[in-house]
């Protein structure tokens, strides 16, 4: 359209008037398209004839959309729809002398109203992933990669078993507006697994939560309904029944179950209900309610329930959490845990190596203050009340347990540095819930641990049972990349003697038990990644982690001297807008003692890959890795073998 240009200018209208505000959201939104790049400025005042000519502009884009000539831009609703109407209403007189005819545009934008309208009220949404993967693995050590006698893959702790696998999750969501504030939804998921179970579990997509083996719901093909949901928008309170991730809920009292399979998530979501809300209270800042069941190898039930307030006052929030934990339910058979590397001292002084039917209360504090330039404190405080045996027929005992973590971060100069106390008793967050299916693996790497098929309630990574000591970081982003530093210093509260593993409660995750003495293990790692863009389309990045775990003693099968090192170097590189090429090495070395036992591992990992958009919601890749790993020590231990990935992820 061409618009005449008119003598005098109109009255201006101030930056402050409602329609600057709705013309510069409908051009938010791109209905201002062909109009100065589609942008808007409006901080200064405007004359109504400029304003007018903003108007016409997105009326005739809107008149197009009405006719089905034009495509209706996202995320556009009913109140842009409104405010366009309005906005015609205000400048009739102007457009009118453009040429256009207002009443006919109104009806035609009303019943473009109608449509939006019906489009918000039902949502369709969805995802779609495929993942296929071959490996195979041979060697000097006898059956390498089959069950007999599993690889592993040490940069990641999972196990690398000879096989080919194919696995597809789809999941569909609908998002209907079932009142005027009022929304409600709900997921159906399908999930297929073909091929072999060792290579599916830990190198294909994470299955749903009612398909998923590591939650004792295996399936090799299964359909079903993931969850459902309401969601007020005013006050941001939803209520979901079904699969979920806790929302407020802090680690260090409560996280999810970790994953054992090497493509994520981290976590495994939590099955039940929970409510979570903003509120609009003065000083309340958020609200979660949540319960769940727990993955347990026992048959009896074992559920958790929690709940989180947070407040904020200023720059500090202060946030209070609550859990309750039981792994059978009221007057059932007891369910007995069996645990790893200690013997519990139970009724009658009579040793132990069960617990059950085992409960748990965790009160967790956490005080959060923002200072000036960018500088922050985080305390965070959590006591445990562990009951083994609600019955008092193996233990008659409350075991209590706490942690402390206080952090700092902040800036000085261009450099972003940090630093960490923790103090977390080895009694804290005694309740140990054994996976369904056991993952059989290492979890914790790079530090190992004897706990590889239990979990616990909190981040027991980050916040590691019978630890104290320090973290420092420093990191600092430049013109064409980024450079981050970490050291480590921790050690343990008390020692793994015969006596200290013998409480009901305690947790040692690493350092095995002593056969005399009271030697302390410690831990001293320190860190340093490079990332680097030297070139728009060149990407390179390095990283290197060295773990030092000790324990001196005089005598040597209580002795431990290790070193583990992981180190990786990557390069990616764009060609055009769709192709990405990629190539990495990772190099993983184990060497020193552990009593004993003297340890010389070594592991190579060259891989290639390419990454193809498809179309923006579209993404296919595919990766080529070689295992190589030598055992110096032992004879016929060494094994080699590729791994091949392909992946497409599809959403809409």
């Not at 005098?8 to 790049?37: I, M, R, T």
């Not at 347990?401 to 450099?415: E, I, N, P, R």
């Not at 804290?428 to 054994?434: G, K, N, P, R």
């Not at 295992?627 to 004879?635: D, M, R």
């Amino acid at each position: 359209s061409v618009f005449p240009a008119l003598s005098a200018p109109f009255n201006d209208v101030p930056a402050s008037h409602w329609a600057q505000n709705a013309v510069q959201s409908l051009a938010e939104k791109g209905l201002l398209e062909g109009y100065h790049g589609g942008t808007f400025r409006g901080e200064k005042s405007a004359s109504r004839y400029e304003m007018a000519m903003v108007v016409a502009r997105i009326v005739a884009n809107l008149e197009k959309i009405a006719a089905g000539t034009a495509k209706l831009p996202d995320g556009v609703t009913k109140a842009d729809l409104d405010a366009a109407i309005r906005l015609m209403r205000e400048y009739k007189k102007e457009l009118e002398a453009f040429g256009f005819r207002t009443n006919r545009i109104e009806e035609s934008l009303e019943n473009l109203e109608a449509r939006v309208t019906e489009l918000e009220r039902v949502k369709i949404y969805g995802s779609y992933r495929t993942v296929g993967t071959s490996q195979g693995f041979t060697g000097t050590a006898p059956n390498s990669g089959s069950t007999a006698n599993a690889a592993l893959d040490y940069s990641t702790g999972r196990l690398l078993l000879t096989g080919s696998a194919v696995t597809s999750l789809a999941r569909i969501g609908a998002n209907a507006m079932i009142a005027k504030s009022l929304q409600a939804g709900a997921e159906l998921v399908a999930f297929a697994s073909i091929g072999t179970p060792g290579v599916s579990n830990y190198w294909g997509v994470t299955a749903p939560y009612l398909s998923n083996i590591f939650l004792g719901n295996g399936a090799t093909i299964r359909a079903n309904l993931d969850n459902v949901w309401l969601l007020h928008p005013d006050t941001r309170t939803r209520t979901i029944l079904g699969a979920y991730d806790p929302g407020f809920l802090e680690p260090f009292v409560l996280k999810g179950i970790t994953n054992p399979n090497a493509l994520g998530p981290p976590t495994l979501p939590y099955f039940g209900g929970n409510i979570q809300t903003v509120t609009g209270i003065p000083f309340l800042s958020g609200v979660e309610i949540m319960h769940s069941r727990l993955a347990n190898a026992s048959p009896y039930p074992a559920a958790v329930s929690a709940a989180f307030a947070g407040y904020t006052l200023g720059k500090t929030k202060l946030g209070l959490n609550y859990t309750w934990a039981l792994n059978d339910a009221p007057n059932a058979a007891a369910g007995g845990v069996t645990l790893p590397g200690s013997n519990w001292i139970g009724t009658n002084s009579v040793l132990r190596n069960t617990t059950g039917p085992q409960s748990q209360t965790n009160l967790g504090l956490s005080l959060n203050h923002a200072f000036p330039r960018d500088w922050s404190a985080l305390l965070e405080l959590a006591k445990s009340y562990y009951n083994p045996d609600r019955t008092a027929t193996l233990f008659n005992t409350i075991t209590q347990g706490g942690m402390l973590h206080f952090a700092v971060k902040g800036k000085v100069v261009k450099l972003d540095v940090g630093g960490e106390y923790l103090r977390i008793s080895p009694t804290y967050d005694s309740f140990v819930s054994q996976y369904p299916q056991n993952p059989q693996i290492p979890l914790f790497l790079p530090v190992s641990s004897y706990y590889t098929n239990y979990y616990q309630i909190h981040d027991s990574q980050k916040y590691p049972n019978n630890r104290q000591g320090f973290r420092l970081s420093a990191g600092t982003g430049f013109n064409i990349g980024r450079l981050d530093l970490g050291y480590e210093a921790i050690s343990q509260m008390q020692t793994s003697s015969q006596g200290n593993l013998a409480y009901p409660g305690f947790i040692e995750p690493l350092f095995p038990a002593l056969t005399g003495g009271e030697s302390t293990g410690k831990i001293d790692d320190y860190s340093i990644s490079l990332s680097l863009r030297p070139r728009e389309r060149l990407g390179l990045r390095g990283a290197y982690y060295n773990y030092l775990i000790s324990r001196a003693s005089s005598t040597p099968a209580d002795d431990m001297s290790l070193i583990q090192s992981v180190g990786l170097l990557g390069a990616d590189y764009r060609l055009g807008d769709s192709l990405l090429l990629l190539g990495d090495i990772t190099f993983v070395t184990l060497k020193g003692h552990s009593g004993l036992t003297n340890l010389d591992l070594r592991q190579s990992i060259p891989a290639v890959g390419l990454g193809y958009t498809i179309t923006p919601s579209s993404v296919v890749n595919l990766k080529y890795k070689v295992f190589n790993f030598t055992n110096a020590i032992a004879a016929n231990s060494d094994w080699n073998g590729p791994q091949t990935m392909l992946d497409w992820n599809f959403r809409f």
